[in-house]
Structure formats: C-alpha cells, structure tokens
C-alpha cells in the first residue's frame, strides 16, 4: 500500500487552492437520522425521497438555520436504482421517490438560497449496496455536474483500501475537470483501520489535504453519548504539532461526522458539549436530524452564533487539548474526567471548552489557567465571555474557575488585556 500511496503523491498535480470550504462546510444530511429508509408507503414522511429533501430545505430557508451558515442540503445513500441506464450507463435517480430527478430537486433547493450535496461511493457498490462510482468516476463526476451539485460526499465501502491511493486522487482530478464548483468529501482514511491515515507522519493524511475538502477519519457516528464520546476521545490530541491537527485548514478539514443535536439520543447537556467541542475542533457542522420535530433547547443550540463564529474562525486553526485531569491526581473515582480545550482564533484570543465527562454527580470546579494556551504564560490578565450565556464574565488574573455538571461543558472566549 506504500508503493501505491506514495505514487499517487508523486503524480499528483492538484492542490485545493479552488476557493471552497475555506471556512468548515455547514448544513444538513439525511443519513443518521433517515438511514436507508425507501418504504415511501408505510413511511411516506421519512423516507429517502424528494420530499424529504425539499421539506427539509424549506424549513432550513424559514426557521433560521440558512441565516445562521447551514447552506447545505445533502442526500446521502439509497438516492439511486441498483442499475446504470442501459443506454447512457449514467447513474439514475430512483424514479418513484424522486420522479422530478436530482436536476430539478437541486433547482428547487438553489431557490431557496442553498446547495444540494450528493452521495456516492468510490467502489463498486455504496454501503447501502446502490451503484457505485468505481470503473467510472470521469463519467459520473460529468453526470453529477450536470445535475448542478455543490458537494459530493463519497464513500468507501466495497473497494480494496490499496486501490483508494488512486480513485480518490482520480475523482479529485474528475471533479475539477468538469469546471462545477463541487466541495469533495472523502472517506478514505476511516476505512485505514488501525492507523486511519496516521502513519508514516500523516502521509495519508497530507495527500488528502491535496485532494479532498475535508474527509471522515473514523467511525460513523450514533445518537447516543457513547458512540459522541468515543469520536471525542479519537480527537483527543494534546499537541498541535500533531500530524493530524496540523492537515487541517481552510479547504481542507478533518470530518468527525453529523451533529446529533436535535434527535434523540443526548440529553441537553450531552448536546452542549458536542456543539462547543465540534467548533473546538473546527469540524464541519453536519446536522442529521428531523428539523419538523426538533426542541427549542435543541434549536437554540444549533443557532448559537458565537459558537458558529468560532468553528467558522478564518484561519482555521484546529484545536487540542491543552489539559486533563487523567493522571493527574485529580481524577474522579467514580470515572470521568474533567478537561480543558483551546483553539487560537484569527484575532489572537482563544476559544476554551471545559468540560467534564464524569456520567454522576455534582457541577466539578475546572481551572483555566493562562499558562495552558500556547505563548501567554503564567499570571496574564485576560478577560473571558461565556458563549453558552452570552455574557461577559470580566477580567481575571492568571486563571478563571468554572463550575460544569457532569456531560457538560462551558465555553468561552479568552483575551489578553
């Protein structure tokens, strides 16, 4: 797999200079919540059909989330028939539950002020077993553009991984060729179990940044805390020399998968902690839920705007963690742990998450001291405003404590006086 990676470096003559996603891509997708579900019969609200997507998009254009970044629509799989046209040998949209075509849906959604994104896969069948793009990515690169698409997310079910370190880069070539703007997602570091793309320095991991605009590095997210607190622990990296913070920027972003707010599976707690920490770790904010049945905690969340305002930050610095009280001697013994992140914004301050992930209790008092964020050491004056509230706290002198319950997190803006 070396030889066939490192051939793919060498040959490869595009860099994502292009202008898209130079900020973390934002909007909705249908898989978490609506998965494969093609009973439009039994399910004729819930099912993976133009309807879906144009409700969808409708509410996004009225209930604020378009006025707040999220400009994405997204099919995910189970769009297309199992079979190619026979005469044309395109890629064909399913014509009972999309009988308008994927042309006329992407219209209906431009209308409206959003994009449309589009899901394949990069071998020869998408994990839903629908058509995949494999012996033909020139062709459906030329079919998808034609359709008018913004974003392709593709897959990597049933391709050989040693085959990826050429499809991808060729899809990539493909999509730039058609001349159509389209943000490229791939997946092809979460199928590259053990190391996801890690070893030899991030090689993987830089050739991506060449090719794609932002990639999934490991498991598809659940809605429930365990499945969330295993993708936050994968990002748990206490260095921004690391390989893997250091690929991310602008056009170029590591993808922890779709937001759970909003479902049903987090309580409101768990769904702070997630929002604040996806902006920590300058993530795509993908969410995945149903937006005509959704709470006003969840909303609120989801529309919080200075928190949008720091994963939308233009340098695109990713975060880290700058402290945790693991092997500290400060641990919980009855589990968890309580931890500080940081993210350098473009204007010099910090985004800071504290957070704790003990599962009982009371509120745990976490410290921030100044000396945690890189190049303020220790009894700088500083003051902070709290994200979640809304408010200014004030100045502080070295350090700030803050009380956070159990799953929960405070977030808040730190600048030196």
């Known amino acids: 797999m070396k ?49 879906l997507y144009k409700r969808t998009a409708d509410l996004m254009a009225s209930e604020g989330y378009l006025d707040a970044g999220y400009d994405h629509v997204n099919i995910d799989d189970c769009w297309s028939t199992f079979e190619r046209d026979p005469v044309t040998n395109e890629q064909v949209a399913d014509p009972d539950r999309f009988p308008s075509g994927i042309k006329s849906l992407a219209g209906y959604v431009h209308d409206k002020g959003l994009k449309l994104g589009l899901y394949s896969d990069i071998g020869t069948k998408t994990c839903g077993g629908y058509i995949g793009m494999q012996d033909n990515l020139e062709l459906d690169a030329n079919t998808f553009a034609s359709w008018d698409i ?22 990539s070539r493909a999509l730039n060729a058609t001349g159509r703007p389209i943000i490229y997602s791939c997946s092809w570091p979460a199928y590259l179990d053990p190391d996801y793309g890690e070893a030899n320095d991030g090689e993987v991991l830089k050739e991506l940044a060449e090719i794609c605009h932002l990639w999934r590095n490991w498991d598809d997210i659940r809605d429930d805390w365990g499945s969330v607190s295993s993708v936050i622990d994968f990002w748990k990296r206490n260095s921004t020399d690391d390989p893997f913070i250091q690929v991310a920027g602008p056009g170029h972003w590591n993808d922890p998968d779709q937001l759970m707010i909003g479902d049903n599976g987090l309580s409101h707690s768990e769904e702070r902690s997630q929002f604040a920490l996806w902006a920590i770790f300058a993530a795509p904010l993908i969410m995945s839920n149903d937006l005509a049945h959704i709470s006003k905690e969840s909303k609120e969340i989801l529309l919080n705007k200075e928190i949008i305002a720091v994963d939308q930050d233009p340098a695109g610095h990713q975060g880290s963690l700058v402290w945790s009280s693991e092997g500290s001697g400060d ?40 000396s945690m964020l890189e190049g303020w050491g220790e009894g700088v004056k500083f003051t902070a405003r709290d994200l979640y509230a809304h408010e200014d706290l004030g100045e502080f002198e070295g350090e700030m404590v803050a009380e956070v319950w159990p799953s929960d997190v405070e977030m808040f803006i730190v600048d030196i006086v």
């Open 331 to 370: 641990g919980d013994a009855y589990g968890g742990e309580t931890r500080v992140w940081s993210r350098l914004l473009n204007d010099g301050s910090y985004a800071v998450v504290l957070q704790s992930t003990h599962s009982m209790g009371t509120a745990t008092k976490v410290k921030l001291e100044s």
């Open 3 to 51: 030889l066939v990676i490192a051939a793919a470096i060498l040959s490869s003559v595009i860099a994502l200079d292009d202008g898209l996603a130079r900020t973390p891509p934002m909007g909705w997708m249908s898989w978490e919540r609506f998965l494969c579900n093609v009973d439009c019969e039994t399910y004729p609200d819930s099912c993976i059909s133009e309807d």
């Open 150 to 171: 913004d974003m392709l997310k593709v897959d990597g079910c049933y391709q050989d991984t040693d085959m990826m370190g050429q499809t991808y880069p060729e899809l």
